[in-house]
């Protein structure tokens, strides 16, 4: 069975409803990544952080995936499919995807803030101050913050590495180190990007541009692996 690797970005979960970070009308343009999305913030003013990621489990509850979820899904009836994800959402895991790996966290998942493997699932959308880990200190969102190591990065290379067929679905690749993850994948094996705002300037090989959106390009890139 060959091995197809995804790496997917805020544009497959764009048709769901649920804002990209960088599009003209993105969460980016209305927050300020260093008012919300790092370390720093957190330790200036918790609420307003717990509050912007409250926002975003709440409305997660509001959504369901998409036919380029689902598409994905189905690729797995005939390979072995590895889904690396950028998105915090749990889409690919609501569309039955299997094996997902969350490069920057889980907004439906909070851990301790001093100890980074006490994590926990959040029942319901609202993490409050004084909801506490085990060993006494606040909980946290669990995200990979601006500034702060993606502990995912060193398996996620090595999947990339190891991919037949290497697919990469709305995603600005403006974010490394998950942006880097392209140069793993061996030179003669095809790689595809779908995004349609996707630029022309890689000098990467055996690569197809589809400048469509991901609902509609995904589901007809699946049927012609599903044929293959
Ligand atoms: N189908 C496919 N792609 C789409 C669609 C769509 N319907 N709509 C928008 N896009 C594309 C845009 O053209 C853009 O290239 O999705 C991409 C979204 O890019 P970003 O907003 O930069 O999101 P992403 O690349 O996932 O961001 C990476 O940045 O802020 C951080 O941690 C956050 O994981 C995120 C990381």
């Not at 915090?88 to 001093?114: C, P, Q, T, W, Y």
Request: proline share 3%; glycine share 6%.
């Amino acid at each position: 069975m060959k091995t197809i690797v995804i790496l997917t970005g805020a544009g497959i979960s764009a048709e769901s409803g649920i804002k990209t970070f960088r599009d003209s009308d993105g969460l980016w343009e209305q927050y300020r990544i260093e008012n919300v999305a790092t370390y720093e913030a957190w330790q200036r003013n918790q609420a307003l952080v717990m509050d912007f990621y409250n926002q975003r489990r709440k409305q997660l509850m509001d959504v369901k995936p998409n036919a380029a979820h689902f598409a994905l899904a189905r690729l797995e009836e005939k390979y072995n499919v590895q889904i690396i994800t950028q998105n915090v959402d749990d889409l690919h895991e609501r569309a039955g995807s299997k094996n997902i790996l969350h490069l920057h966290g889980e907004l439906k998942k909070v851990r301790s803030s001093i100890d980074s493997s006490l994590i926990y699932e959040l029942k319901g959308w609202e993490l409050k101050k004084g909801d506490l880990c085990e060993k006494g200190s606040q909980l946290r969102p669990h995200i990979v913050w601006f500034g702060e190591e993606v502990p995912q990065i060193v398996p996620a290379a090595e999947l990339s590495a190891k991919a037949d067929i290497f697919i990469v679905i709305g995603t600005s690749l403006n974010v490394y180190p998950a942006a880097g993850l392209l140069n793993y994948v061996s030179a003669q094996h095809p790689k595809y990007i779908i995004d349609p705002n996707a630029l022309n300037n890689y000098y990467i090989s055996n690569l197809t541009i589809i400048k469509e959106k991901a609902g509609i390009a995904v589901s007809e890139l699946v049927e012609e692996l599903l044929k293959d």
